[in-house]
């Protein structure tokens, strides 16, 4: 059975135009799954239907069985704790340090009082650190996070979702505003987590190329529509014209570099 | 195209600074101010407070009686500032926009925080003299309800600045409403808060002279005291003692700020 299941998501923000439209995919354990399309195609939008940062207006999405969108406020909270998210901005509270960054990823599991005041267990910080070790940061785990680069920030931003032990990572536009150095690292670890740790990872990505070296499936959208859906090796010159429209008839994509799967 | 805006704002500069004499030599004329005596007059001052207005050594016979007077004031002055801000800072987190619960709360916190700060310190002070009559009590509200207007409405844009990104962060693995606004919102406000908190302190020691005067207590009644009995030299060594102390507590707020920030 599938883990995440995506049918009929429609989303209004005005009366007007869509901004998803009759969007349904369906997503297995441990996928790498990229999604691209202009500014504006619903990429976000659709990336927090999936943990309900954003409700849509019809539809429904299951999620490891679950369906979300009719769950109370505190059931919706636990399908949370399976859910990690990244952003582009990293969303962290800078004045912390990295590890009480990354121990934020155990709130989900917390009662009121133990968050409230950060009570962690041992084996809560033994795991961050070990977390933190893995991504490369035991050098910086007690710096405060404005002190970091930005890659090291979506770093951080990984520990953070990874900690809460999630079914699915999202991650929304996770390498806009890194350099190239900084994006390999990111995007290696994010290939690692779902290839060794068997979690399903979604981008959002404005790269092409690096959608097509890294992902076992792209899914492209344009005007809140799905209009591919595959592997990278079936993404040809012409489709992506079509997910991007006119704007690309100049544009040079190499097609040469695809994940092998 | 480009040359039109820079027109333009030229023009809307040389506007603004037209607007500015109208209104300068349109309110001298409505109110039949002569320039030159205003300024002649300054020099007429300077020389009465130099030969009048400056304490002497009989004056400091007095210190025994103003220095608790200077110590009550300071201190009224504190606790008014802290237990406002505590009252503050609930109301700010009810009437911001990213941590607000919802719209009615909002809308209540900021309409006591503006009737709070709207109503000018002396009005506050005459309407509380009514209450209790000449004593500490009158200018301990006094002050306390005027900070309280003014620190809710700097603690709102506080928490407004520091944004929802990591809000967002929270809230998408599953943590609830205090968990965000303990472990986000907080650490990440609290050091400007602080700073407001200071701020608002050296203000008060400040206003808190002016409240004595009218309610007739603290440091502010002696100098009252000795102005109208034409003790000048007296009352110069107060108005010198309020300096120093505002001075001192200046100095230790912006050290403390230094810390902090």
Redesign the interface.
Known sequence: MALLELKNITKYYNQVIPALDNVSFSVDVGEFVSIIGPSGAGKSTLLRCI?R?VEANSGEISVDGVISSSLTKKK??????K???I?Q?Y??????TVIENVL??R????S?LA????RYSQEEKKQALRIIRILGLEEQVYKRCDQLSGGQKQRV?IA??LI?NPKII?CDEPIASLDPNASKIIMDHLRDISTEMGITVIVNLHQVEIALKYSDRIIGVNKGKVVFDGSPLELTAGQIQTIYGSESEDLIFDLGQRHAG | MRDDIFTKRRNDNLGFFALLIVLTIGSIIITKYDVMKGFSSISKALIWGGSNFYPDAESLRILPQILPKLQETVLMSIAATTVAAVFALFLSLAGSRTTRINRIFSVISRGIASLFRNIPLVAWAMVLMLAFSQSPLTGYFALFFASLGFLTRAFMETIDEVGNNSIEALQATGAGYFHIIFQAVLPASMPQMISWLLYMIETNIRDATLVGVLTGTGIGFSFDLYYKRFDYHAASLVVIFIVITVMLIEFVSNNIRRVIL
């Open positions: 943990n940062m919706l909270r636990t399908l949370r704790t859910i990690g998210m952003f901005h969303n962290l509270v800078d004045r912390l934020h990823g709130l989900g599991y917390k009121t968050g409230v005041l950060g931003g953070r979702a809460q999202l």
